[in-house]
């Protein structure tokens, strides 16, 4: 479902402008649209008030809780059910921080994810992504939410695009701290600078080398690293924001001293910073995770070079693995 349906539905019982922002409101930030909770509904027409019990029932049904798994670094993973059953991950992140779901599944496969595995099965509306907030902070605060769960958010862009502006808006998030996470789209370049929401950006490098990239990243676009750090250095002085470019670490594959050389090249003196995350080995894929040590090794390089690098774990990894790990097991033991 989208946002826009939720404001047509409003607009047809005679809602203003204001009357949809105050509903939307009281959604996003959890103040409730029933009748237990008046003072977000004294001010709206009549029929717009009747309407309010059928919609919050509505609005229930987009995100249910399925389980949670909390990880010892604060984190915590939801498996989500949508409201034709499918299901996506959403992670509870330290520092008030959530990962959202854009798609079910994900057409780009990159070799490494498990979500990559099983294609793209549908998009993710733009009022089930906001979805995936609200029901988030009604177990904990949310104030930054990251576009990094399952799926490319620029292969479903309409919908996240109406998301981010919601989550920007009504739902009362800092702009920066809206991060889209894409793999690189022209389409995500063209249009984010456009928005009246323009969110952080995040980047999935992964290799400075373009042969090695198409290889793991099978049907993301072809754009070279190269410009793809051109645009996003442009995006970076457009919006004031760093791009957060990130890297799964693969033990032998992109954790080379060559691999450093390449991105102290690309990124020396750009507004940027790198987010070095070891590949998790649970999930089975066939790579390998480099030592701890060997990680540090490389952010160390970075930083001796000028180039701000952290190196993280993906959160929650001590509970079940990457993103898509969840729902991979969910679908298993649901035998669908
Ligand atoms: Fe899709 Fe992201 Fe997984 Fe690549 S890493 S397959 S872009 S969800």
């Known amino acids: 479902m989208r946002l826009e349906e939720i404001r047509q539905q409003l607009r047809a019982a005679g809602a203003k402008t204001c009357h949809e922002e105050r509903v939307l409101r009281a959604w996003t930030q959890n103040v409730g649209l029933d009748t237990r909770h008046r003072k977000a509904e004294d001010f709206l027409p009549r029929a717009v008030r009747q309407l309010l019990p059928a919609l919050t029932g509505q609005l229930d049904g987009l995100a249910r809780l399925r389980s949670e798994h909390p990880g010892e670094d604060g984190s915590a993973r939801l498996l989500v059910e949508l409201a034709d059953g499918q299901t996506v991950e959403s992670?509870?992140?330290?520092?008030?921080g959530l990962c959202v779901s854009t798609q079910v599944g994900c057409a780009v496969g990159c070799l490494f994810c498990m979500t990559g595995q099983e294609g793209l099965l549908r998009q993710v509306g733009s009022a089930e992504i906001v979805a995936q907030v609200v029901l988030a902070r009604r177990r904990r605060k949310v104030t930054r939410v990251v576009f990094m769960g399952m799926g490319e958010p620029s292969h479903n862009l309409d919908n996240v695009m109406e998301a981010i502006e919601t989550l920007g808006t009504v739902a009362g998030i800092g702009h920066k701290n809206l991060v889209f996470s894409t793999v690189g789209d022209r389409r995500a370049f063209e249009r984010l600078p456009q928005g009246p929401v323009k969110?952080?950006?995040a980047l999935s490098l992964h290799t400075t080398k373009a042969e090695l990239r198409t290889k793991l990243l099978p049907k993301a676009p072809?754009?070279?690293p190269d410009e793809l750090v051109d645009l996003g250095e442009h995006y970076a002085r457009t919006t004031g924001y760093p791009i957060q470019y990130q890297w799964t670490l693969l033990a032998g594959i992109?954790?080379?001293d060559e691999e450093i050389e390449g991105i102290i090249r690309?990124?020396?003196?750009?507004?940027?910073?790198?987010?070095f995350i070891p590949y998790n080995s649970n999930e089975g894929l066939g790579f390998e995770r480099p030592s701890w040590e060997r990680a540090s090794q490389l952010a160390g390089r970075l930083h001796q070079s000028g180039i701000l690098a952290r190196l993280r774990n993906s959160a929650g990894q001590d509970v079940d693995g990457g993103c898509g790990q969840l729902r991979?097991?969910?679908t298993a033991a649901d035998g669908t």
Request: proline letters at 7%; zero cysteines.
């Open 222 to 224: 072809r754009i070279d």
């Open 266 to 275: 690309l990124l020396k003196g750009k507004y940027a910073m790198m987010n």
């Open 91 to 96: 992670v509870l992140l330290p520092r008030d």
């Open 199 to 201: 969110p952080a950006l």
């Open 254 to 256: 992109n954790d080379s």
């Open 328 to 330: 991979a097991r969910a």
